[in-house]
């Protein structure tokens, strides 16, 4: 590098330069100022600024290109998992909710849903996961859960049609709290269908009698007290996602 | 007629006016996520010195209560950061303008005596080229510390893509903690840097803007008492001195090159006698 090369110029040339670049300097300070201002008096699209959401929505492509059922997260001894397992939300978790009329409803086609008791799923193979669970907010707790993988589900109930679809949907009975989770990420080895923690029945803050828990996507997906799961191209209403948050969420 | 040193490529002075606001949106979505789960303090024992952030803080700031707002910002301008920051170290790299930058093995020992001659305790600081000993510590610092901040960001974003990476780092928490602590590192080289500038004084700041580095009227007289009060400088070939003097002859082409639009103060300057050119007197003194 020629660093410390001197130059000559005019007393004019210089006065010149500089009141160009401070002209471009200040024009950029303004506009970057005007830009800033302008995205929070955009149109948003579920409470985001509409130039963010599009970002967001391509972050959420990017990021189920590179999502692989290869990918798993680390798993843990199930002495690592801790015994007082955080509760970090009830929406969704109405008192009037009768656990003993509960079946799952498996909407495979408008008109034709499946419904199964607790002991229907319990029937089928049991996966236990113990992971790192990551919350939103940023904490994250090695919790140990089990159930049955969504993909053997899927497989046992034929549901081979309605997995091609792009996205599946979850609520609660009281519709007040539903998710929707891309197909590959629901039919990742590490989703489950989810009626145990610490080996014992899901307490009912954690979403008696079944909620889904997955390792690739933060908590809001991991919606407690399912009633309904169905299947659509297009995205499914999303609690978080109308909140401002990014619908894909995966980690 | 002026003296001048194009101290600032166009690029470098671009990449630090996006990086500038762009980190700053970067800092203040993440006070909007990290509030989230705010953690981390400073203290021993059960006794806290710092919390990171207090009450009042937050509350001043307008902080809580912002998190899909913060996430959104950060995976948005994340983009600028990343592009901006690998645009600037291909530049680096290619540009040669690195060399200007990276620490040398004398850089560790200059940088006190820097630092001691800006605390006004040594008299006389080291000899250097565009960036003192101190700088180029610090400005190469702060391009690991952005590299820093990409990795433990991406382990965090993408803990179970990335679980490689985000094991390497300590695992999920601490990554995340990591990611805090550069945070906080970035600020403090930002209190530092500013004051640097306010010290430093309008020339050097105009030259982030323009480029353009305007020397001194005296520089006669400034080069004459750094040379006798440190003899030693005289003999080496990176003495500023003795380094005008060889770069004296390059000037034309240089000129040419460099000042497209300004071709009438060019021809100017290739008409100017020997005479003319303050420097001459200065080399004569030396000999």
């Known amino acids: 590098m020629n660093y410390k090369e001197e130059i000559s110029i005019s007393e004019k040339a210089l006065k010149r330069n500089t009141i160009i670049s401070f002209t471009i300097f200040i024009a950029l300070i303004i506009g970057t100022i005007f830009l800033w201002k302008k995205l929070h008096q955009e149109a948003q699209i579920a409470q985001a600024p509409k130039t963010l959401r599009k970002v967001l929505d391509a972050n959420g492509k990017i990021s189920s290109g590179f999502l692989s059922d290869n990918h798993l997260a680390k798993t843990y001894p199930a002495s690592a998992a801790v015994k007082s397992v955080r509760v970090n939300g009830n929406v969704g978790m109405g008192n009037n909710f009768d656990p003993s009329s509960w079946m799952l409803q498996v909407v495979r086609n408008a008109g034709d849903t499946l419904l199964l008791t607790l002991d229907d799923i319990k029937a089928l193979p049991k996966t236990e996961i113990i992971f790192d669970f990551k919350c939103i907010e940023g904490w994250s707790q090695v919790t140990h859960w089990g159930g049955v993988k969504f993909s053997d589900f899927a497989a046992k109930y034929n549901l081979n049609a309605q997995t091609q679809m792009n996205y599946a949907g979850l609520e609660t009975p009281d519709k007040k709290y539903y998710v929707g989770l891309d197909m590959p990420s629901m039919l990742h080895p590490q989703t489950i269908l989810c009626y145990e923690m610490n080996g014992k029945p899901l307490p009912m803050n954690q979403g008696y009698p079944l909620r889904l828990m997955t390792t690739i996507k933060y908590g809001i997906k991991d919606l407690k007290r399912i009633q309904t799961i169905f299947f659509s191209n297009e995205r499914p209403r999303d609690y978080w996602y109308e909140r401002g948050y990014d619908y894909f969420s995966g980690l | ?287």
């Open chain 2, 1 to 287: 007629m002026k003296k001048v040193i194009r101290k600032h490529p166009l690029a470098i002075r671009w990449f630090h006016w996006i990086n500038f606001p762009v980190i700053a949106v970067m800092i203040w979505s993440g006070m909007l996520i990290y509030w989230a789960n705010d953690i981390y303090k400073i203290g021993f024992g059960n006794k806290t010195v710092l919390k990171f952030f207090p009450d009042s803080f937050y509350k001043a700031l307008h902080i809580p209560f912002r998190l899909a707002e913060g996430m959104s910002l950060h995976f948005v301008f994340m983009w600028l950061f990343a592009i901006n920051g690998f645009i600037y170290v291909l530049f680096l790299i290619f540009s040669g303008e690195w060399k200007l930058i990276i620490p040398g093995k004398k850089s560790l020992k200059e940088s006190l005596q820097v630092i001691l001659h800006d605390l006004h305790i040594r008299k006389t600081a080291p000899p250097q080229k565009k960036y003192n000993a101190a700088q180029r510590i610090a400005y190469t610092v702060v391009i690991v510390m952005g590299l820093g901040s990409l990795l433990t960001g991406l382990s965090i974003y993408k803990p179970v893509q990335f679980h490689t990476l985000c094991s390497l780092l300590g695992g999920y928490e601490w990554a995340r903690a990591e990611h805090f602590i550069l945070t906080i590192l970035f600020t403090l080289f930002f209190v530092v840097h500013i004051v640097q500038v306010i010290l430093a004084g309008w020339n050097n700041f105009r030259s982030m803007v323009t480029g353009l580095d305007v020397l001194p009227k005296e520089i006669n007289v400034v080069l004459q008492t750094a040379a006798i009060s440190n003899p030693a400088n005289l003999h080496k070939a990176e003495s500023p001195v003795i380094k005008m003097d060889n770069e004296k002859k390059t000037n034309d082409v240089t000129l040419k090159e460099d000042i497209k639009d300004d071709d009438k103060e060019a021809n100017e300057i290739n008409k100017m006698s020997p005479g003319e050119d303050n420097t001459n007197n200065l080399t004569d003194i030396n000999k």
